[in-house]
């Protein structure tokens, strides 16, 4: 069973899990699903708690013993392994597996990892843990799911916003739901009544965004103009290096010229499949790839490529209007440069 890390809580008073597989790349949502699994646990009776970061020197044994403790006197116990921040390799797997054939009543199972790739979610330890519990999906809310993460905070809080009240939350927390978060308590003291508009969000509270290059390339290829330099604004008030914004795009106009000419002779999808886009991104080059053709790309390529050579060279003169003009251009089909 997979759910979203905000559909946590739902599930737990429901009925708790042998098992629960935390990942993600949001520090909050794995802190609170971890905290929130725990208090649960703790009710049910299982007070004997256990956490083991897991590294290449790790002594398996210690979580071996904890399974097999099954006396009268034995107290129910919660097992947390904290995997390493490369993954899981063959040795992390084979253990995993083994583990997952001495679970029994008196465990819960809690594993906690970064964001998964592919590959791991259909090896064959996932599938066997993830058979016997629960996948909490712990990713960052992308700009479309972030209004209905707002609006489901600020209910816990008992806070009212309106419709415009939500897009700007929105919009000023997006990257940094712990900011997110200190700013709903925050307006929760305030405003006792609980009503959030414009006006009162703007008298009490300053922009905690966070953006990164990611973003902004998600915003180039859906075709997003306003959004594009909304971030590249905020990137350049940071401090960002420019080169390092157009490294990243360039990677991006050289698969998707890649892409582009492989369309010639094979379908989207084949293509897709050939250059690992995952499922969630295949909408976003979908649009990039139908919006701008090939010479469209290679006209692209040749203005990165004026922004890299200004950048190295005219050190007393910025480059940002011409990335920003990059960003335009990229976002707006059939327009020459």
């Not at 990165?304 to 050579?309: D, P, T």
């Amino acid at each position: 069973m997979r759910i979203f890390a905000d559909r946590l809580a739902e599930q737990l008073n429901k009925q708790l899990q042998p098992t629960y597989l935390i990942f993600g790349n949001e520090p909050l949502l794995l802190q609170e699903s971890r905290q929130a699994i725990q208090k649960a646990a703790f009710t049910q009776g299982f007070e004997e708690r256990h956490r083991f970061s897991i590294d290449s020197s790790f002594d398996w044994n210690v979580v071996y013993d904890c399974c097999q403790a099954m006396s009268l006197f034995s107290a129910r116990q919660l097992i947390e392994l904290e995997l390493p921040e490369t993954g899981v390799n063959a040795a992390i797997a084979k253990e995993l597996l083994a583990i997952s054939e001495l679970l029994h009543d008196d465990i819960i199972l809690v594993l906690v990892g970064s964001k998964l790739t592919k590959a791991q979610e259909n090896a064959k330890w996932f599938k066997a843990l993830s058979n016997k519990g629960c996948w909490v999906n712990c990713l960052t809310p992308d700009i479309q799911r972030l209004p209905q993460f707002v609006q489901a905070r600020c209910r816990a809080l008992n806070l009212q916003p309106d419709p415009e009240a939500v897009q700007m939350l929105a919009q000023w927390h997006e990257g940094n739901l712990f900011a997110l978060t200190q700013s709903l308590e925050k307006l929760a003291l305030i405003y006792p009544d609980g009503q959030l508009n414009l006006i009162r969000l703007e008298e009490s509270l300053s922009r905690h965004n966070h953006f990164t290059a990611f973003h902004w390339v998600d915003a180039l290829l859906a075709g997003k103009a306003n959004r594009a330099q909304r971030i590249m604004r905020q990137l350049e008030a940071e401090g960002v290096e420019v080169v390092i914004l157009a490294r990243t795009i360039q990677k991006e106009l050289s698969q998707l010229l890649a892409m582009s000419q492989m369309l010639n002779t094979a379908p989207m999808g084949q293509v897709f499949e050939r250059y690992k886009i995952w499922q969630s991104k295949r909408p976003l080059y979908s649009a990039a790839l139908n919006r701008l053709p090939a010479v469209r790309l290679r006209q692209l390529v040749q203005l990165l490529a004026k922004v890299e050579i200004l950048t190295k060279t005219q050190y007393d003169q910025s480059s940002w209007p011409l990335l920003h003009q990059l960003s335009v251009e990229i976002c707006q089909p059939n327009v020459k440069l």
